[in-house]
């Protein structure tokens, strides 16, 4: 059985409160009822196993059975990604979620066909990387923010200490990723920069090279913007055994 989300507010002194959509899926969908044990999660690490004793029109509440404090992992993998069209971001951002991704950052590249965000959106993403969680049992939840231009986002890592910054290319032809990744298994955070659909524009990969950004290659296929998220990030946590 999945954990369920519980803002860390509503949960105070051995007792929980569900209300809102979370209560209609476990009221409705799921039909919880009073008495039955739940798992919970705060998003901050911590995870409970707790009891309804109450259910009215609006909200379930109960009481803290017992509770576990997780280790989150200190390497940070954050994917700064191209935004796919229709539904494949909403996948990405479940599988990433899914995977163990620490956060997800839409970028606006040259060629980028999607180039904003409505508030909406942002809202149903933070949504999806929830239930992503719940589904894996991770004890954190992924943030998903709002889109950045290219340029910002890499004059703000160029400085970072103790950062990897990687830039899969379909023109790299030597570097590859599993070779870079060996050769800094001390780093502590790696950045992803995944490309739009039209691919990186030539400017956008001087630039990027200039601030010590690495490129590699995934292998002799052209991947889409949510393959190439997902096979790299899987990579890394795989190698970094995360």
């Given at each position: 059985m999945?954990?369920?989300y519980?803002?860390?507010k509503?949960?105070?002194d051995?007792?929980?409160?569900?209300e809102?959509e979370?209560?209609?899926?476990l009221?409705t969908?799921?039909?919880f009822s009073?008495?039955?044990?739940?798992?919970?999660?705060?998003g901050?690490g911590?995870s409970?196993k707790?009891?309804i004793?109450?259910i009215?029109?609006n909200?379930?509440?109960?009481?803290?059975?017992s509770?576990?404090?997780?280790i989150l992992p200190?390497?940070?993998?954050?994917?700064?990604?191209?935004?796919?069209?229709g539904e494949?971001?909403?996948w990405l951002?479940?599988?990433?979620g899914?995977?163990?991704?620490s956060?997800?950052?839409p970028?606006?590249?040259?060629?980028?066909?999607?180039k904003?965000?409505?508030?909406n959106k942002?809202?149903?993403y933070?949504?999806?990387?929830i239930?992503a969680?719940?589904?894996?049992?991770?004890a954190?939840?992924?943030?998903?923010?709002?889109?950045?231009?290219?340029?910002?986002?890499?004059?703000?890592?160029a400085?970072?200490?103790s950062?990897?910054?990687?830039?899969?290319?379909?023109?790299?032809?030597?570097?590859?990723i599993?070779d870079?990744?060996?050769e800094n298994k001390?780093?502590?955070?790696?950045?992803?920069?995944?490309?739009?659909?039209?691919g990186?524009?030539?400017?956008e990969?001087?630039?990027?090279?200039?601030?010590n950004?690495?490129t590699?290659?995934l292998?002799?296929?052209?991947?889409r913007?949510?393959?190439?998220a997902?096979?790299?990030?899987?990579?890394i946590?795989?190698i970094?055994n995360?």
């Open positions: 999945p954990h369920f519980v803002d860390p509503d949960i105070k051995k007792n929980f409160v569900i809102n979370q209560f209609h899926y009221s969908v799921r039909r009073i008495g039955d044990e739940i798992n919970i999660f705060d901050l911590n409970y707790a009891r004793d109450n009215d029109r909200s379930m509440s109960g009481i803290i059975l509770s576990k404090t997780h200190t390497r940070e993998i954050s994917l700064y990604t191209a935004i796919p069209k494949r971001f909403d951002i479940e599988k990433a899914e995977i163990g991704v956060k997800i950052v970028i606006i590249y040259m060629r980028s066909v999607v904003e965000l409505s508030d942002v809202e149903r933070k949504k999806i990387s239930a969680s719940s589904q894996s049992w991770r954190d939840i992924m943030p998903v923010y709002n889109p950045v231009n290219f340029d910002e986002a890499v004059a703000r890592l400085s970072k200490k950062t990897l910054n990687v830039l899969p290319w379909e023109s790299e032809q030597e570097n590859n599993f870079l990744l060996k001390e780093i502590k955070n790696i950045n992803i920069f995944i490309g739009p659909e039209g990186f524009d030539k400017t990969i001087d630039f990027a090279l200039k601030n950004f690495k590699v290659t292998g002799k296929n052209i991947l913007v949510e393959t190439a997902i096979v790299s990030a899987s990579i946590t795989s970094y995360l």
